[in-house]
């Protein structure tokens, strides 16, 4: 039987108008956003997998792209649509609209950058850009994969804070493990940075590692 067939009031977009999205259980969310299902199963069947196999909404939402396109019943346009629901809402909740984001301590760069990478399964290597007030201007993704200078060089790093006058800088990355301990890499790379920044007046403020639940700070740390 597909969900069209099952009685109104038991489908979840009629659930929903109705009831709210909050009534709503996670596969029956998932559903929705996959709107169909495979031979055999229906949409809730294939989330009710989903979730059995990752463990829970967040572990559905941490899979790449890629990955989700695998999964039976799935392929790549509904992984698309998951991909994207998942990035409005990281991006919904690291930002309140209308409000501007000021970044004058350690733990308001993790407040404003933890929904958006805390929870992700590769490295993602990000730098803030500051206005004079410590105002963020506006962030951008560097690289992403495994941290090294290889992927991670000052050209790309320092070029969007030129064209945008930047006052000052903030790097960050996150740590798939869920530690921020620093690696050897990290610290290595950090100095190298700032050696840069020095030589083009730019001042790096700090080097946030975001982890899951906690962060660190280099310059919390004495480190930068």
């Not at 039987?1 to 108008?17: C, N, S």
């Not at 998951?82 to 409005?88: G, R």
């Amino acid at each position: 039987m597909t969900m069209d067939e099952w009685p109104a009031q038991e489908r979840p977009r009629e659930r929903l108008y109705s009831s709210g999205a909050d009534a709503l259980a996670d596969a029956e969310l998932l559903a929705l956003q996959l709107g169909s299902g495979r031979r055999g199963k229906t949409a809730v069947d294939v989330a009710r997998e989903m979730l059995a196999a990752y463990g829970s909404l967040a572990g559905v939402a941490a899979r790449e792209v890629i990955e989700l396109a695998r999964r039976p019943g799935v392929g790549r346009a509904k992984a698309a649509r998951l991909a994207s629901a998942f990035e409005l809402t990281r991006r919904l909740r690291s930002r309140t609209p209308g409000v501007r984001v000021v970044l004058s301590t350690p733990a308001a760069v993790y407040a404003a950058f933890a929904p958006l990478m805390e929870d992700l399964r590769r490295e993602v290597f990000r730098v803030a850009l500051l206005d004079a007030q410590n105002g963020l201007v506006r962030d951008i993704v560097i690289s992403e994969g495994t941290l090294s200078a290889s992927l991670v060089h000052p050209r790309e790093v320092f070029k969007p804070a030129i064209l945008e006058s930047a006052a000052s800088i903030i790097l960050l990355h996150n740590h798939p493990s869920g530690d921020p301990t620093p690696s050897q890499e990290d610290l290595r790379l950090t100095r190298q940075l700032v050696e840069c920044s020095r030589l083009m007046d730019l001042r790096i403020h700090d080097h946030v590692v975001i982890g899951r639940g906690r962060y660190v700070s280099f310059a919390e740390k004495g480190m930068i």
